[in-house]
């Protein structure tokens, strides 16, 4: 037993330095021409900004706010609040600035949930290209500007900025902060490989006209934003990323709703393997059966076997310290004690990945020009937490997903 777990974490650390190491050899190859941004179209296209709302009482304001300050000329803007049927105060929020600004306009809907919100919003826009926006989230002054270049190639159907926590206050806010950060950069290397696979509701960009042609949002999906991106990719169309700028967002502030969120997160994860299985089976000549689905089970596949092999070494590990005790008092030596991490090679192995990881972070800071001795300073003890536990985190989601999914058990929850 015990050399099987050992043979499956070496084969998982392998994967994770083989990635690790091709993340860092696309950094240096193509650092130069990370900061190119695509030129403006002579003309600028109108766009429309899609926001479904819920009993966003609290942020639906400081959204509009962020969105009336785009630096995007006002005539050629657009502006939809999709009021999913709120029992706060949302609708009467929204209705205010609907009459300050002539561009913002509220649809008011009985409760159907954000992909349906999304559609009925898409059926209305005039807007060539329309941005989806949660009512939690802020976007940047010069998002839609530094990001509709990238439509000059008419195969682009989206394009899905980077994004970080608006909230950093408690520990678990800012073990998001990494998690976004890194994830962000990430992007960088996903983009160059075509493997771009979630256009976020965080000031994601569509073209009208692709979306409309492909059915529009997914509303038994619980993660639309995930599965719209696999459909783009099925259809032989692109997804882009700038790092020009972060827009940003409210993070869960409590375990039980960055728990709630990831389950949600890992269902829709999950629903989608199931939807687009016989095409991966089939072997459609696309992009999302020859590297996104592959990619993206290997990766639930990995999580999946985590929860094992961490749970067994760490029991196995606490079993063989009490043995070692126990044999102490009973022959009556003195207590000492050791730790053993189950083969040498595997730790060096794993040395070398928490290596990769730190120099990854150190990358990820001068990408985005943020102070790196500022964060690691204030966020030194969240990465702390971030490195040791967010592996069995992720594990853990994974198997109450699969459980859930398993037993029907499918809704939409925050």
């Known amino acids: 037993m015990v050399e099987f777990f050992t043979i499956i974490s070496l084969t998982l650390i392998y994967i994770s330095l083989y990635f690790s190491t091709l993340f860092l050899l696309n950094y240096f190859k193509n650092k130069k021409r990370i900061y190119e941004e695509p030129l403006l179209p002579k003309k600028l296209p109108r766009v429309s900004v899609i926001i479904p709302a819920f009993n966003e009482e609290k942020t639906i304001a400081a959204t509009l706010d962020s969105v009336i300050a785009l630096h995007y000329p006002k005539n050629l803007l657009e502006v939809i609040v999709i009021n999913d049927g709120s029992t706060d105060k949302t609708r009467a929020i929204a209705n205010r600035y609907a009459q300050q600004y002539n561009y913002?306009?509220?649809?008011?809907?009985?409760?159907?949930?954000?992909?349906?919100?999304?559609?009925?919003?898409?059926?209305?826009?005039k807007g060539e290209f329309f941005v989806v926006l949660d009512a939690d989230s802020y976007i940047h002054p010069e998002a839609i500007y530094k990001s509709i270049g990238f439509f000059s190639d008419s195969n682009v159907a989206a394009v899905t900025p980077p994004m970080c926590p608006r909230n950093t206050k408690k520990i678990i806010e800012k073990i998001q902060y990494w998690e976004y950060v890194f994830s962000s950069v990430l992007k960088l290397f996903f983009q160059s490989i075509k493997l771009i696979y979630v256009t976020h509701g965080v000031g994601s960009i569509f073209r009208t006209k692709i979306i409309k042609k492909i059915g529009g949002f997914d509303t038994k999906n619980l993660t639309e934003d995930l599965e719209i991106a696999l459909r783009i990719y099925k259809y032989n169309y692109k997804i882009k990323s700038p790092i020009f700028f972060f827009n940003t967002t409210e993070v869960p502030k409590t375990f039980k709703s960055l728990w709630n969120q990831r389950i949600r997160w890992m269902m829709g994860t999950i629903q989608s393997l199931i939807k687009y299985k016989l095409d991966f089976l089939k072997l459609q000549p696309n992009i999302l059966c020859r590297i996104v689905f592959p990619f993206m089970l290997i990766n639930v596949i990995i999580l999946f076997l985590s929860f094992f092999i961490i749970s067994y070494f760490l029991l196995n590990q606490i079993y063989n310290t009490f043995l070692l005790l126990y044999y102490h008092i009973i022959v009556g030596q003195s207590i000492s004690f050791y730790f053993d991490f189950f083969i040498s090679g595997l730790t060096a192995l794993t040395t070398g990945l928490l290596i990769l990881f730190f120099v990854s972070i150190v990358i990820c800071f001068k990408t985005f020009r943020l102070d790196f001795k500022k964060s690691i300073i204030y966020f030194a003890r969240p990465l702390l937490f971030y490195i040791l536990f967010y592996a069995m985190f992720s594990a853990f989601v994974v198997i109450m997903s699969s459980y859930k999914v398993l037993k029907g058990d499918i809704q939409w929850f925050k």
């Open 104 to 125: 913002v306009k509220v649809l008011n809907k009985t409760n159907s949930g954000k992909a349906d919100s999304l559609n009925k919003g898409i059926s209305i826009i």
